[in-house]
């Protein structure tokens, strides 16, 4: 029944000047190093050149510079006394130039933040005598900086070719540089949660809810009552629009939702203990409450995750068949992850519990470790279609054949059993698996032509990964790159920033739609 990586690094060539008067000047000229340049005391009636300041009024005849000193304006591009700065059309030389960056704000007043995440002189896109080195303003409107050139590989190169930015076409004339534009591939999370009557505050549940919020390790969600149902708790857990886990991550997961349970499986209610048993054919069993699985996927589950809205039974197995079945129908790339949370033992659509409402076959000793079987072939089956399957366990740590029944059903299913006896348990486990199963996989938008493979730069974080090394990066194929070891488990936790850059002749863009 159905309801319904950014890119960076900056290497500017700083150079380094011989002597302490070298630093001085330059410390006068554009305000770099005031750590070599000792500010002097400001004289009455107007500060000097190289004498402190905080605003032009300050300087008696000269303008102030960002750093906080008196220095002379600037007249050209490459005014010398602008050392590895530049002259900016207010006079003053520039502070900060190829220096890191996100936004233009990170960049100092007159600078911006060029596609290269580099801060750059901003000019009027083609014109010539305004970039270092002769080179031509960028068609984005600023200047190429080292920097840009130095990122691909070609140190010796000269500043005056333009790199291009993602999606440009490399090789082009002036072509120095290609940024490669990537996506990460997407993996896709179906959750299947039990809805069984068990999953509210027996067996101690609430006890552990209220040591959470005495302790200050988890407040209460915003269901109008019950809150320490375990139903209610892994629905804040997840779906919290401020604290869950689905929030953060609904742009670069793709989730769907498996609500689970059956009303007295396939048969009919009997209205007297005598009556006969008798199959409903219109019954459907497990009952579902489905949500499609896709980006941006948030609000569409919390709306069906109903504030305790539990049923009654327990058809894991079937649940588990169902789920596997929308997976692996799932035809969009990346890696597929099933996970189950469950607290109770599972029945099935023909033997829905085990007491004196079931039919006889129902009643028999060995029929609850039967179905158990059951659930654990169905588990190796699902790892067989490439998904992985991981148990949560919303029990209770007493239930000692139940702790093992969902180990054996986690390990059939390549997975891992997590315990989530608790409000933190139970976040730490869906934060884990959710994080862990973020791909390395990375699709670039065009191709490595072939053999150039190892001209390619790739940062992480600032840091340059090494081709083919344990911890570093490898090509997949002329389209895909791969994180590797501690790279891979960096990549999975958290934002970071991932930078990808080939010389022209390496890398064919991807062609722009016309």
């Known amino acids: 029944m159905s309801r319904g990586y950014r890119r960076r690094s900056s290497w500017g060539s700083h150079r380094i000047f011989a002597g302490f008067v070298g630093a001085w000047l330059l410390a006068i000229a554009c305000g ?55 002259c ?54 600023n200047c190429p900086n080292d920097g840009d050139v130095e990122l691909g590989g070609l140190g010796g190169a000269s500043g005056g070719g333009t790199p291009q930015p993602a999606g440009g076409e490399g090789g082009g004339p002036g072509c120095i540089d290609v940024k490669v534009d990537f996506v990460p591939q997407i993996p896709s999370v179906l959750l299947l949660i039990d809805r069984s009557g068990s999953m509210n505050a ?51 997961v793709r989730f769907g939702m498996s609500l689970y349970s059956s009303r007295n499986g396939r048969y009919m209610r009997r209205t007297r203990p005598g009556d006969p048993f008798e199959l409903d054919p219109t019954k459907m069993c497990p009952e579902l409450i489905d949500v499609p699985i896709a980006l941006g996927n948030h609000q569409a589950m919390l709306d069906e995750f109903v504030c305790s809205d539990i049923a009654e039974d327990t058809p894991t197995g079937e649940s588990l068949l169902a789920a596997a079945a929308t997976l692996k129908a799932f035809d969009q790339p990346g890696p597929k992850l099933l996970v189950l949370a469950t607290d ?38 699902i790892h067989a279609d490439d998904i992985t399957l991981h148990v949560i366990n919303v029990s209770t740590p007493s239930e000692a054949s139940l702790q093992q029944h969902l180990a054996d059903v986690a390990a059939a299913g390549g997975g891992m059993v997590y315990p989530g006896f608790s409000p933190g348990a139970l976040s730490q486990a869906f934060e884990e698996i959710i994080d862990g199963v973020r791909s390395c996989k990375i699709d670039l938008d065009g191709e ?21 090394d344990a911890d570093g990066w490898q090509v997949n194929s002329p389209t895909q790159l791969e994180l590797l070891g501690s790279a891979c488990e960096t990549i999975k936790r958290g934002d970071h920033d991932l930078d990808i850059h080939f010389p022209c002749e390496s890398f064919q863009p991807r062609p722009v739609p016309r």
């Not at 000097?48 to 906080?68: H, I, M, Q, Y």
């Not at 599972?346 to 179905?371: H, L, Q, W, Y």
């Open 32 to 86: 770099s190093n005031p750590e070599i340049a000792t500010k002097p005391k400001i004289i009455d009636g107007g500060a000097e050149l190289g004498e402190p300041c905080t605003s032009a009024t300050d300087c008696s005849s000269s303008f102030c510079s960002a750093a906080g000193f008196c220095a002379e304006p600037c007249t050209v591009a490459l005014d010398e006394q602008c050392g590895d700065e530049v």
């Open 88 to 141: 900016l059309p207010s006079g003053n030389c520039s502070v900060g130039l190829g220096q890191r960056c996100k936004s233009d704000s990170a960049c100092s007043s007159g600078l911006v933040c060029s596609s290269f995440r580099h801060c750059a002189v901003p000019c009027e896109p083609g014109k010539q005598g305004v970039c270092k080195d002769g080179a031509i303003c960028r068609p984005e409107g």
């Open 202 to 252: 027996d067996g101690n549940f609430d006890d552990a809810v209220a040591d959470a919020v005495l302790g200050g390790t988890y407040t209460l969600g915003d269901c109008p009552k019950d809150n320490d149902w375990r139903w209610n708790v892994v629905r804040d857990v997840l779906l919290n629009a401020s604290k869950g886990v689905v929030k953060p991550l609904e742009d670069r």
């Open 344 to 381: 109770g033992e599972p029945d099935n659509c023909e033997c829905p519990n085990f007491g004196s409402t079931v039919p006889e076959k129902c009643r028999a000793p060995g029929v609850p470790a039967m179905i158990q079987a059951e659930v654990v072939q169905v588990a190796e089956q």
């Open 448 to 468: 490595i032509q072939a053999g150039k493979e190892s001209t390619g730069v790739v940062t992480l974080d600032g840091a340059q990964l090494v081709l083919d």
